[in-house]
Every structure is written in C-alpha cells, then in structure tokens.
C-alpha cells in the first residue's frame, strides 16, 4: 500500500507540473486564471504617427508586387513592373519571309496572395517596350522611360494567384510534338509578331547581339502596367515571381531552312526568352538569374497626407502599407517610469486594434501579418531581440533569445499575425523590454509594418513581395487603445 500510495503522489505531483506549462504561442490570448505569470502587470499606452516607408529592390525577394489599387481609405497605388528580356544560348533570327505562330510573355505568378476587390475585378493590362535598357538593381521608386507604342494586351476578370487551386493548360513542345498540359498559374499575353519579326531580324548586326550587353542593349526590355484610363473599381495587388524555364517569352516561327532542291522545307523554331540578365557583381558569380523589377507611383488620402506632413504628432488612426509604402511609429512615453526600478520582466506583449470604421470588405485587404522591429542610434534597421531572424552563410546569428524558430522559420510565436475574431495583432516583447529597462537599448520607438505570411524570417527592411495594408486605431479611453502590458516582478536589493 505504502508503495501504491507513493506511486499515485508521484503521478499526481507529475500531473500538477505538466499543467502548469502554457503554450508561448498563446502570447495575447485569454488566459485561465489559475495559468496566469504571477507577478505585477502595468499596462503603458503608446503614440504613434503614421510615416513613408524605404523604397527597395525587387531583386532582394523571390516575387515582387505588381497592379492597381485605388484604396478607399489610404489612397491609389500604381505597381508597373519591367522585365528584362534574356539573350538566350541561341538567337534567333526571323527571316522577312517568316509566319510567326506566336509570342507569349508568361509571368507565373507568387504566392497566394492578393489584396483588393475580389468580387468584380477587371484589369485591362498592356506591354510597351522599354526606351531605356534594363538595368538590374533600381528601387522601387525608379520611373523607367517607356514607349508609347502598345505591343501587347490583355483584360483580365482576375488575377489567377492561387496556386494550390488554380492552373492553366498551356501547348508545350515534348518530345517532338505539341502537346496540351496543366501548368501552375501563370498570367500569358499574346505580343505582337510584327514587333518580333523587326526586333529579332536577321536583317540586325549579328555583332550587336553576340554577347549579352550588346543583345540589352539592343531589346531594351519590356514594361507591363495596368491601363489607368481603362479602370473602373479599386482594383487589387498581386504578386509575379521568376521561374527558371518558365518567366519569360515563348517565341513560335516558321520559316524556309534555306535550301534548294530536295533539301527544301519548312524550319518549324521554338525559343524561349527568359526575363533575365547576367549577373556581374552583388548577387552571386556571373550567373543569369530572373529579373522583374516593381516600378511605385502612389496618392495620398488627405487623412495620410496630414500625418505625413506632422511626423512628430500622435494620431488615433495609423496606417500601415505595402509594397514598401508606409509605416507606423510607435512610442512609449512611459517606460521611464519603469526604468532604474529593479525589475524582472516576465511578459510584455504589444496589443494593437485594426479599426472598425473602415469602409466596404475590410478583411479582403486586411494585412494578415505585420513585422516589428527598431531603430539603432545611427537611424539603421535591427531587429527587436524577441522577434531575430539574422543568419549568415545559412547559421543563425540573431539573439538567442528570439521567439523564432530557427529550425522551421515559424515567425507565429514572436506575434504578428491577425487575429480575426478579436480584430487584433499581438506581439511578444519581454526580451526587448527588458533590455529597455537596463539601458542595453537606448531608444523609446519602434515600427510596425506589413510583411507576407510566406516569409518564413521576421523581416525588418521594407518588403515588396507583398501588397497588404492595415488600418490600426489607438483611441484614448477605448477599449481598442494600442496597448503594451508589462508583467514583471521586483528584485530586492
């Protein structure tokens, strides 16, 4: 009995511990009572201010943003995309005497993302070539010259983005026929032959299409925008990615091999363009590598415009875009009075609303994840201790006490994501608190941002694989305030 007896404590003690043990990916949500930190909680109110974000390069990220989107609330984004047009292993050279079947230019779209109206989207779309010759490495700022002469169109009722649902049947030349197959989803526009014919004539010096500077130089490349007279509705945002055999111009021809006699006939030439370039320098060793580069023109609300114009005012409405749009700023003005206190953090986690007074769908465009992160002395980008995704040559080199899972790059326990019933984004902070409270980190601010949930890191420069926003209140005396809760206990001297 005195054997059972100790064996059921034992059982029971076991029980008791393991209960005790919370899940820190439930950071934010209702917690029992008898599993909540012991300990003091103060709960500190922040300030925040709404201000542009960087512009960046798409070539920092495995798709880019491209559409058109008049937000109702925050403004109008235009995100035209140019393409480099690759010299390929073998040029071709269409004779005048050709017929050319067809020229398609193929863009395989990104990750399931796409942020607008999905109800009654129509996207009249147009190609022109590029005046100037495709350079790789431009910001998103960059206004390309473009020519006035469209040389492809198409008008879409949608973007077919979803990749685990949707696909295309494309003709594919396989072993030595023609042959219709399902491919992933792909946007393909019908370029003009004549275009074609006259660019690649053989007619061109062969000189200037002998190496790669010369044939850019020669083809300048290409530039898709959504036509702006032509659009009706807010439109939307999607993401294209480049794929190796895949993004690019699929070119079609027939023409005499240039034979006589018996040995006359008809050469049937498939090509394939690819959309890139070759890279000398800064992104690896001479290879060729997809090019897309987003191009960014934006307007403004005056309700964003305003906060724009006052960056060092505090606002109840802030509003956060993407691509590489805007941020929020957000300030704790209190901390002090935590600080020199003696305290050991044992929780801090930042609760922010998305605002219910915005107008039509919300959650069609609602961002389904925001990246935090700060500022160093110098004004540089790092990211907060809790929420380090830093790695070098593949090793994680970030803070080792980070919330992101190194193995799986699952970001979810750090926070970020959207909470759709409680119509909220939380974050866990102990760790950049703390070191807050003992001086290891000198400034007050932080920033918050949209990101795509694809990103396996915690970003914390500014993205353009992904055209979500978010429209977040902070309203004094309500029960949707940006909050930061501080669980900590005292340390006696």
Not at 118 to 128: G, I, K, M
Not at 217 to 231: E, P
Not at 276 to 285: A, H, L, P
Request: glycine share 10%; charged share 25%; proline share 5%.
């Amino acid at each position: 009995m005195r054997n059972h007896t100790k064996d059921l404590l034992t059982l029971l003690i076991s029980l008791f511990v393991l209960g005790g043990c919370t899940n820190p990916s439930g950071i934010g949500l209702d917690v029992d009572p008898g599993d909540e930190i012991e300990g003091d909680l103060t709960t500190l109110t922040l300030e925040g201010t709404t201000i542009r974000d960087d512009s960046t390069r798409s070539a920092s990220f495995g798709q880019t943003a491209f559409g058109w989107f008049n937000d109702p609330v925050i403004g109008k984004t235009v995100v035209d995309l140019a393409l480099a047009i690759g010299r390929p292993s073998s040029v071709p050279r269409i004779r005048p005497d050709a017929d050319i079947d067809s020229v398609i230019l193929v863009l395989p779209y990104g990750m399931d993302e796409y942020f607008g109206d999905t109800l009654n989207p129509t996207f009249p779309l147009q190609v022109r070539q590029l005046k100037e010759a495709f350079v790789d490495g431009n910001y998103s700022t960059k206004q390309w010259e473009v020519e006035d002469e469209v040389i492809g169109s198409k008008t879409i009722g949608r973007f077919g983005y979803k990749r685990l649902t949707d696909s295309v049947r494309v003709t594919k030349y396989i072993d030595g026929k023609d042959s219709v197959i399902k491919d992933i989803p792909q946007l393909r526009i019908a370029l003009s032959n004549e275009f074609f014919r006259e660019l690649l004539s053989n007619t061109v010096d062969s000189a200037s299409l002998s190496t790669q500077e010369g044939f850019n130089n020669h083809v300048k490349g290409l530039y898709l925008s959504v036509d702006d007279d032509a659009m009706t509705g807010i439109g939307g945002l999607v993401t294209f990615r480049g794929v190796a055999n895949l993004t690019g111009i699929e070119l079609t021809y027939r023409q005499p091999n240039g034979k006589e006699g018996d040995d006359a006939g008809i050469d049937t030439v498939r090509a394939f363009l690819p959309t890139t370039v070759s890279d000398q320098s800064g992104y690896g060793s001479g290879a060729s590598y997809p090019r897309l580069t987003s191009s960014i023109r934006r307007t403004y609300s005056a309700d964003v415009q305003q906060q724009l114009d006052n960056p060092e005012n505090t606002f109840e409405k802030l509003y956060l875009q993407a691509p590489a749009g805007l941020r929020t700023r957000l300030r704790i003005p209190d901390i002090s009075q935590l600080q020199g206190s003696n305290i050991a953090v044992n929780k801090a986690e930042l609760v922010v609303y998305v605002d219910e007074a915005v107008e039509g769908n919300d959650w069609d465009i609602q961002a389904p994840r925001l990246t935090l992160y700060r500022e160093d002395i110098a004004g540089q980008r790092q990211p907060v201790p809790d929420g380090d995704s830093r790695s070098n040559g593949g090793s994680f080199v970030g803070d080792g006490r980070t919330f992101w899972d190194r193995y799986t790059g699952d970001w979810r326990r750090f926070g970020g994501a959207l909470d759709t019933q409680k119509r909220r984004y939380v974050f866990h902070l102990t760790s950049y608190i703390q070191d807050l409270l003992l001086g290891k980190i000198n400034s007050n601010e932080f920033f918050i941002a949209p990101v795509a949930p694809s990103d396996g890191t915690i970003p914390y420069a500014p993205v353009l694989n992904t055209g979500s926003r978010a429209i977040l209140q902070n309203v004094a005396g309500s029960d949707t305030k940006m909050q930061l809760n501080i669980y900590y206990t005292k340390i006696s001297d």
